[in-house]
């Protein structure tokens, strides 16, 4: 398999840095406009397909001001100019800047397509003070007006690969990046090596490495089975009842703390409890990943598309909001979940019956105490700032990254290689591909077409109140498809303008906050569908890889997709009653 990847991944580098830029103007460039003073931007003069221009507009001190942009063509003799297509109309702000709006004019379908005329931008306002803006122009090939559908099939072939279990997923997710950024270069333009690095979020890497090294060292004290042999104590050998109380816990801090860290916090534990008194690790786990997901939908810092939602919208959101709003509909949803998964194992988990417990807690205690203190400390202090972070607003990342390095110093500051060996570094490096394959796909207008169509379908309703039940409808099941099988970051952060926009529409007339609360709802939940979902699906099928329980895609989408259809559905409904019906949002 090794050969055959390499001589691929070789071609994709020599392609990829061989294909010359096909873009104007690399970087962003700086503009200003008035009434009195309009600014033309003059077009390359090669073939092209289409164009696309992006703008970054500056805050303006006007009210009901626009920024007017218009492609124009010369006839042959440069006497006159005739505009192309439709203007782009953006009403500018004077609270915050507008960012990434981007408009792509056809010139295929304008019969323009090779033809020999000059082509310019012409920017114009109303404003009597100067507007400023970056803009970047693009201009696309003939193969590059069917970007998106090239995006698609990207997107399912290395689902295919990863489904199929054609090779291992990191291998699948780190060549869809390279062929993706080939394709992206080919039809676009060449992303820097310095672009392509922030595409991959490091958040989620940081937070990712600093818990890894944290619970590696955690799990050289014997704590975790310890923990197991009083967990199933206390449940007196009742699998069901054993699950029911692990599965609240996780979904209790999932909402406060982040889900991925509230895994590695878990699975491990459950991991040594099954293999302790013989239980099936993979459905127990595979549940507390389930309600992780479902816990950290109801706060702000609970799961990455809440935080980007709270962010971008923090005028509109506090929050006290997301519990307020989201967590009804997440508790209507948990005993229909429960009544699946009782459903889904009824021959998996049998109750067992251990007759001497004593002789396991003696077997099993912790085997240095000196260094289980250290971890506890670093651990409880590292945890009581991820419950503090809306007050000192410190990233994840940084906490767990100091936590790690405190430890690694306080407990073996000579011999670290013990430790790194724990670090799951083929999880760390799928997630870096995929974020890399997933924002090369967004480039591609993969994303923007997806929130073209939902607002597309969402203008065409006639009724105001049938048009908020399709909005809340339309985004909620659409972000929970497109979050089970594309990263929910991206996708959250190029809807939320889409739903700000729709907002501000005052023919369609529809609540922000109600669109706030169905992308969260759907952007959250959805991570339960596939593996790939959510970071914590990921974190925990690497921690039974790495024990040798094997999850396909397959086995997780088989218990995950139904999972994700009930509690969207329960959320669904609730957002119907309440949003539409009550009009309380």
Same mark, same amino acid.
């Given at each position: ?185 080919? $039809?676009?333009?060449? &992303?820097? !090596?310095?672009?392509? =690095?922030?595409?991959?979020?490091? +958040?989620?890497?940081?937070? @990712?490495? /600093? ?67 013989? $239980?099936?690790?993979? &459905?127990? !786990?595979?549940?507390? =990943?389930?309600?992780?997901?479902? +816990?950290?939908?109801?706060? @702000?810092? /609970? ?67 000196? $260094? ?214």
């Amino acid at each position: 398999m090794l050969r055959s990847i390499f001589p691929l991944l070789l071609l994709s580098l020599c392609i990829f840095t061989r294909v010359e830029s096909s873009g104007e103007d690399g970087d962003l460039n700086i503009r200003a406009v008035s009434q009195a003073s309009p600014f033309l931007l003059a077009l390359q003069d090669t073939p092209r397909a289409a164009v696309e221009l992006q703008l970054k507009v500056q805050k303006a001190d006007c009210y009901k001001c626009f920024l007017i942009v218009e492609l124009q063509e010369s006839d042959p003799l440069q006497t006159d100019w005739v505009t192309v297509g439709d203007s782009w109309l953006l009403q500018l702000s004077n609270e915050e800047p507008l960012t990434d709006q981007l408009e792509e004019w056809d010139l295929v379908e304008e019969k323009l397509y090779d033809k020999k005329t000059k082509l310019h931008f012409l920017f114009t306002t109303n404003s009597t003070t100067p507007v400023a803006f970056d803009y970047h122009v693009t201009q696309l090939g003939i193969v590059g007006r069917w970007q998106v559908v090239i995006a698609g099939v990207l997107l399912i072939t290395v689902y295919i690969l990863i489904v199929f279990e054609l090779m291992h997923r990191t291998t699948a997710a780190l060549i869809g990046a390279a062929v993706t950024l080939v394709v992206l270069t080919i $039809l676009r333009e060449r &992303p820097s !090596i310095a672009t392509v =690095v922030t595409w991959i979020d490091e +958040g989620t890497i940081g937070l @990712l490495l /600093g818990m890894m090294i944290i619970i590696g060292i955690f799990s050289t004290t014997g704590f975790f089975e310890w923990g197991a042999i009083k967990c199933f104590k206390a449940t007196k050998g009742k699998v069901w009842r054993l699950l029911i109380v692990l599965c609240s816990l996780t979904g209790i801090l999932s909402a406060f703390l982040d889900n991925v860290t509230t895994i590695m916090l878990v699975a491990p534990v459950t991991l040594r409890l099954a293999r302790v008194v013989d $239980l099936p690790p993979i &459905p127990i !786990i595979l549940s507390e =990943v389930f309600f992780s997901n479902i +816990g950290g939908t109801a706060t @702000l810092i /609970g799961d990455p598309p809440n935080i980007i939602i709270g962010s971008m919208l923090s005028k509109y959101i506090q929050f006290i909001d997301f519990i307020i709003y989201l967590a009804p509909g997440l508790i209507i949803g948990v005993i229909p979940v429960f009544l699946f998964l009782r459903f889904a194992y009824r021959n998996q988990l049998q109750d067992k019956i251990v007759e001497d417990i004593g002789e396991l807690e003696a077997q099993y205690r912790i085997t240095n105490t000196r $260094l289980f203190m250290k971890v506890l400390l670093v651990l409880a202090i590292t945890i009581i700032f991820f419950f503090l972070e809306p007050l000192t607003h410190i990233e994840p990342a940084w906490i767990s990254m100091t936590g790690a390095a405190i430890l690694l110093m306080i407990s073996s500051p000579h011999e670290i290689e013990q430790f790194l060996e724990k670090v799951e570094w083929s999880t760390l490096l799928f997630f870096s591909g995929l974020f890399i394959f997933i924002e090369a796909l967004k480039e591609m207008g993969l994303i923007r077409f997806i929130g073209d169509v939902c607002t597309s379908i969402i203008g065409s309703v006639k009724t105001e109140e049938e048009r908020l039940i399709v909005a809340v409808v339309l985004i909620m099941w659409v972000s929970a498809f497109a979050s089970a099988f594309i990263d929910n970051i991206p996708y959250t952060a190029t809807m939320v303008p889409v739903i700000v926009l729709l907002s501000e529409d005052p023919e369609l007339n529809l609540p922000l906050r109600a669109l706030a609360w169905s992308l969260a709802f759907g952007a959250c939940l959805g991570g339960n569908g596939t593996l790939i979902g959510a970071s914590a699906n990921v974190v925990a099928v690497g921690i039974m890889d790495r024990a040798n329980y094997k999850v396909s895609f397959l086995t997780f989408m088989k218990y995950g997709m139904p999972v994700m259809i009930i509690t969207v559905a329960f959320a669904c409904a609730y957002a119907i009653l309440r949003f539409v019906k009550f009009k309380d949002y």
